[in-house]
């Protein structure tokens, strides 16, 4: 993962930590300790190799480590242990845990325990790396958060520059809609709305909001959306559901729990995405909060599930009815058998919590069958339909057409 990748393309925001830290390996195995150090070290990764969770404690002490890989299995500390311990010290280091059956069991202690991936062995080096990298990642961005630019002059006129840049993007927004397909039964269970704007050069929505975070400017740009997502579903097919995306931040805007707002008129029929993206750690009252949610008839969802620094600790926070397996984890999911027992898992978690799991970003017909073999047979994505402004209806990709 390259430095550049924090720059946001309008003048360094933030700059990176001074000492990014080295990886630490724990696992009792010395041999499985230098076969993730080699892979690591091909992909200009730092480790430092540590035998067990009780080791690992004492070495997190001293500091300079950026994200812990660390097997379940241990004599003395196993992995569970360590992290318990570990979040009583620090709840923001990333911890990728290793382990060698993925009991469900294990899993719901990881998510509880707000660990930030989950790997099954045997790990492949493609995976281990896109993982740790994507640890070390968050964890350079929560280091460099709080922090501008250098100089205090370059921080306000990047500032001023970005003010700018937002509003153009508000003066552009507008929202697209995407439909959710029940491939299995050949009907839509409903569309989320996502966010656009023809205001400003934009890669995607996650430029948007990651400007407008750095402006607190997050909640403006939720209220907007929110009502024109009110004003467009006249127009959608009335028994379809509404998946609307929030932010975190949106969770403590008054405007969201007021029973007069346009879109708690139709909170009957609206799921409230939160992403896996952004922690929820810390939020205010947010118990009370996803309480008086489900009083006004809102359902609630997991977003991009299985990329996100908060791991799973959302799901044990939000108790959704609706689970969303992330982009990352479809694409190409037939050619991946590990893979495949990752979504498997997750699903079934979705299963057993009593929530509906749909699959994000189905973008071929193999990704879309590997799916159905998987039992999971709600799809979003490219091979049904862009989002666009309507509510026309999908393609159904070969299948029957959707009624
Ligand atoms: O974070 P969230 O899941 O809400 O974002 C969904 C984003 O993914 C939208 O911006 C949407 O345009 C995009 N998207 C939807 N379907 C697909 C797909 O099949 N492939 C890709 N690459 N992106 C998709
Ligand atoms: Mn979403």
Redesign the pocket.
């Known amino acids: 993962m390259s430095r550049e990748s924090l720059d946001d393309g309008h003048g360094a925001l933030w700059t990176a930590p001074a000492r990014p830290g080295c990886v630490l390996v724990v696992d009792d195995d010395r041999l499985i300790r230098t076969i993730y150090a080699d892979m690591l070290g091909r992909h200009g990764v730092a480790t430092e190799g540590i035998e067990d969770g009780q080791a690992a404690l004492e070495r997190l002490r001293a500091g300079g480590v950026a994200a812990v890989l660390c097997d379940i299995n241990m004599p003395r500390l196993d992995g569970m242990a360590f992290l318990r311990s570990l979040r009583r010290l620090r709840s923001d280091l990333p911890v990728v845990l290793v382990t060698g059956s993925p009991a469900l069991a294990s899993a719901v202690q990881a998510v509880e325990l707000g660990a930030y991936r989950y790997l099954t062995k045997p790990v492949a080096e493609e995976d281990l790396v896109a993982v740790v990298t994507g640890a070390l990642q968050a964890a350079a961005v929560r280091a460099a958060e709080p922090r501008l630019a250098p100089s205090a002059t370059d921080a306000a006129s990047g500032l001023e520059a970005i003010g700018a840049w937002l509003d153009a993007v508000v003066s552009g927004l507008h929202v697209v809609f ?1 439909p959710i397909v029940d491939v299995g039964r050949g009907r839509v269970l409903g569309f ?1 709305g ?1 966010a656009r704007t023809r205001g400003a050069e934009v890669t ?3 430029q948007i909001f990651h400007a407008a975070e750095r402006l607190g400017r997050v909640q403006e740009l939720g209220r907007i959306l929110r009502a024109q997502l009110a004003d467009a579903a006249g127009a959608a097919p009335p028994d379809g559901l509404l998946f609307v ?1 929030i932010h975190p931040h949106d969770l403590l805007d008054a405007d969201l729990y007021d029973p007069a707002s346009p879109l708690s008129a139709l909170a009957g029929r609206v799921v409230l ?1 939160i ?1 896996e ?1 952004a922690s929820l750690e810390g939020l205010d009252r947010l118990q009370e909060r996803i309480a008086t949610l489900r009083r006004l008839g809102f359902r609630l969802a997991v ?2 599930l299985g990329a996100g620094f908060a791991g799973l600790g959302s799901f044990s926070v939000l108790s959704p009815e609706v689970v ?1 397996i ?2 990352s984890l479809v694409r190409a999911l037939q050619a991946d058998p590990q893979r495949q027992r990752v979504v498997a898992a997750l699903a079934s978690l979705a299963r057993s919590l009593g929530a509906l799991c749909v699959a ?4 071929t017909e193999s990704e879309r069958d590997a799916l159905l073999g998987l039992g999971i047979d709600l799809h ?4 049904f339909a ?2 666009s402004s309507g509510f026309g209806a999908p393609s159904m990709a070969g299948r029957q057409a959707v009624s």
């Open positions: 995407q989320e996502l995607g929505a996650e995306n995405e992403t993206r977003d991009d969303k992330d982009i994000e970003g189905v973008e979003q994505g490219f091979l862009h989002p």
